[in-house]
């Protein structure tokens, strides 16, 4: 494949010559099936943290009918969940981990065809509070513990793995004292990472393990360099891209994509966000320190997202690096640092972008159910964007995919 960046998003697409077969396996020919397009093969996701109560019975009357009217907004233009395993919240006293509740939510995002990654294994913000009892060698211990324990809970569930998360900032990091911290000053960058992605492939060997940053400055690829250079294999790179700030428009999304897909690794836009409302002043250097009593989406603001999103996403899948994205909430309701990023309101209703990235997934990236005739040689042929398709007939039905292939057969019954 071509690596450099296409506007036509030719390379997501594909033809296939798909043989229909009987029950028996004869080809079916000059019948009328129904072909219908049922996943992308890209990922196209949100953060899966609204759905938690949801999924394990904890809400009633009006909460549960608004939870249930969000998750079928977020079933219907999503396939991939990312889901919270913030130390400190998932452990915050030791030994009692809220294992039950995420594997619960897991499992109900499973069941609904949506592949689920965990973040983040290793990271020192939000950590356990208790670490900080401990000398540091028991730190690094219990943190090889916690990554073994999590990736084999939830191994066949949760595959994908942000194995480790902002490790540029991790050993210089002073906002607040914590274990992990410590841990990467004690073994250093690259060797704080080798722990994560050494403990998490030995506990689940089919695993596949990011490494994630929002700095994307060279720094990130310095670092890169020195973990691929000694040895620890990586499987994705995570890219954040909260864009608090402004849009960053087409020239600067192609630069970073270019110059982190020279790595020859899939690239996953781990976190990203786009404002409906009033801009982060562009003089803020760390996005936490921003912090207002009311941040409210606006009609203007609800326009200028929906453009931004539609031009954001057809960038990033120009580029054939990347494989993954992930928008970085929802809703506006429990928003990180209350800002307007969702793509629902904080009511429930829909913004623009909602629509728009609709109209995209669903829309112009989708096949829609469509009637074909097999040939002489019970033969259609099938053309859409790669993922999961289904056909039906009089005879039954079945699935298959486009994967570039060129060719495939299908059973129905």
């Not at 009692?96 to 619960?104: F, G, Q, Y």
């Not at 002043?281 to 989406?297: C, F, R």
């Not at 040689?377 to 570039?404: E, I, K, M, P």
């Amino acid at each position: 494949m071509d690596p450099s960046p296409d506007p036509t998003l030719r390379h997501r697409t594909d033809e296939v010559a798909l043989t229909v077969l009987d029950p028996q396996g004869v080809p079916m020919t000059g019948t009328e099936v129904v072909v219908e397009q049922r996943s992308h093969a890209v990922g196209l996701g949100n953060i899966g943290f609204d759905q938690i109560p949801l999924a394990n019975d904890e809400l009633s009357g009006q909460a549960a009918a608004q939870a249930v009217e969000l998750a079928a907004l977020w079933l219907d233009l999503h396939n991939s969940a990312t889901l919270p395993f913030y130390w400190g919240q998932f452990e915050p006293v030791r030994g009692r981990p809220d294992t039950r509740r995420l594997l619960r939510t897991a499992r109900w995002f499973d069941d609904r065809g949506v592949r689920v990654k965990g973040h983040p294994l290793v990271w020192h913000t939000l950590t356990a509070p208790w670490l900080l009892d401990l000398p540091t060698a028991e730190v690094v211990e219990a943190q090889r513990a916690r990554i073994r324990r999590e990736v084999s809970d939830f191994s066949g569930v949760i595959d994908t793995w942000d194995a480790i998360n902002e490790v540029v900032i991790m050993p210089v990091f002073d906002k607040e004292e914590n274990g992990i911290t410590r841990v990467a000053q004690e073994l250093g960058r690259v060797g704080v990472i080798r722990l994560a992605f050494e403990e998490a492939r030995a506990t689940n060997p089919a695993a596949t393990l990011l490494l994630n940053d929002f700095n994307l400055s060279a720094d990130y690829e310095h670092l890169i360099e020195e973990v691929l250079e000694a040895g620890i294999q990586v499987d994705a790179l995570g890219l954040q891209s909260h864009m608090h700030q402004g849009y960053w428009g087409e020239e600067k999304t192609l630069g970073i994509l270019e110059r982190f897909a020279r790595f020859g690794l899939p690239l996953h836009l781990t976190e990203t966000t786009l404002l409906s409302g009033d801009l982060m002043p562009p003089e803020i250097e760390d996005l936490n320190d921003y912090q207002v009593s009311h941040w409210p989406s606006t009609p203007q603001g609800e326009e200028r997202q929906a453009h931004e999103v539609v031009r954001h996403y057809t960038t990033l899948l120009s580029h054939p690096s990347v494989e993954s994205i992930t928008y970085w909430g929802l809703s506006d309701h429990g928003a990180w640092l209350g800002a307007p990023v969702g793509l629902v309101r904080a009511d429930g209703t829909p913004k623009p972008a909602y629509d728009a990235l609709h109209g995209l997934v669903k829309g112009e990236w989708w096949l829609p159910p469509t009637s074909l005739r097999t040939d002489d040689a019970g033969q259609v042929t099938v053309s859409g964007w790669r993922g999961a398709y289904g056909v039906a007939c009089a005879a039954g039905s079945g699935t298959f995919t486009l994967d570039g292939s060129g060719s495939a057969q299908v059973r129905v019954g």
